[in-house]
């Protein structure tokens, strides 16, 4: 159980595109949803954090303007790059709480690596 | 603010070694504490977790133990293995999200 998927585990993207990635819970309701980034051979870098039906919060430094995310239900959060640029290669990964297990337990996706040429 | 401090790698070690990988945070209150794997190419897998002090994790035969006056989650395995080899991060998560440590590598030879 608690099982997080990320689609697409990979893309290309042209400079100059906007590219989906989507998170989604698979058998569990995840109130909250947070993304990441994180370059070669670094730790995680929190982006945002995304709660069901409201507005994400952004952390110092990220624009939202540019990484969009949407967590239209409880299954499912999306972040977009708006416009990317090679700076925005990276890997992004999205993890969710289950809230039935209160607060501490937060499951992770696999990753998604994109790379903008 | 709330952090979290791990040893620098990468860690290179021998088949049937001795691992540990030490881990030490600041935080107000008393925050949950994780140890997470990453394996080339992937995700970040949970490894064990201790919600309270003197609480110890274990999995897999990694264990770490809440040390609320040391401030400390070291992580040990008494065996490694080469299917260890990955990258180690130590996390903290203070009640809204998580903060990570820098992440360790350890490399495990046959």
């Known amino acids: 159980g608690a099982v997080v998927s990320q689609h697409p585990s990979w893309v290309i993207c042209k400079s100059g595109t906007s590219v989906k990635i989507e998170c989604r819970s698979l058998d569990f309701q995840a109130t909250t949803m947070f993304w990441y980034r994180q370059f070669p051979k670094q730790s995680l870098m929190l982006m945002a954090t995304s709660n069901e039906g409201s507005k994400a919060t952004y952390e110092q430094g990220v624009e939202k303007d540019k990484f969009l995310i949407n967590h239209a239900s409880l299954t499912l959060s999306t972040l977009t790059v708006t416009s990317a640029h090679p700076e925005d290669s990276s890997f992004y990964i999205c993890?969710?709480?289950?809230?039935?297990?209160?607060?501490?337990?937060?499951?992770f996706g696999p990753g998604t690596r994109l790379t903008v040429t | 603010g709330n952090s979290v401090t791990q040893m620098e790698g990468p860690v290179t070690l021998s088949e049937e070694a001795f691992l540990t990988i030490n881990c030490t945070y600041t935080?107000?209150?008393?925050?949950?504490l994780f140890w997470y794997v990453q394996y080339p190419g992937e995700g970040l897998q949970l490894l064990l977790k201790?919600?309270?002090?003197?609480d110890k994790g274990s999995n897999k035969g990694f264990e770490a133990t809440y040390r609320k006056e040391t401030t400390s989650f070291h992580l040990e395995k008494g065996s490694v293995q080469v299917s260890d080899s990955a990258v180690y991060f130590c996390?903290?998560?203070?009640?809204?999200?998580?903060?990570f440590g820098p992440g360790t590598r350890l490399s495990v030879l046959p």
């Open positions: 935080a107000t209150g008393y925050p949950s």
């Open positions: 993890s969710a709480r289950d809230r039935s297990k209160g607060a501490y337990e937060q499951y």
């Open positions: 996390a903290l998560d203070y009640g809204q999200n998580f903060v």
């Open positions: 201790a919600t309270k002090a003197d």
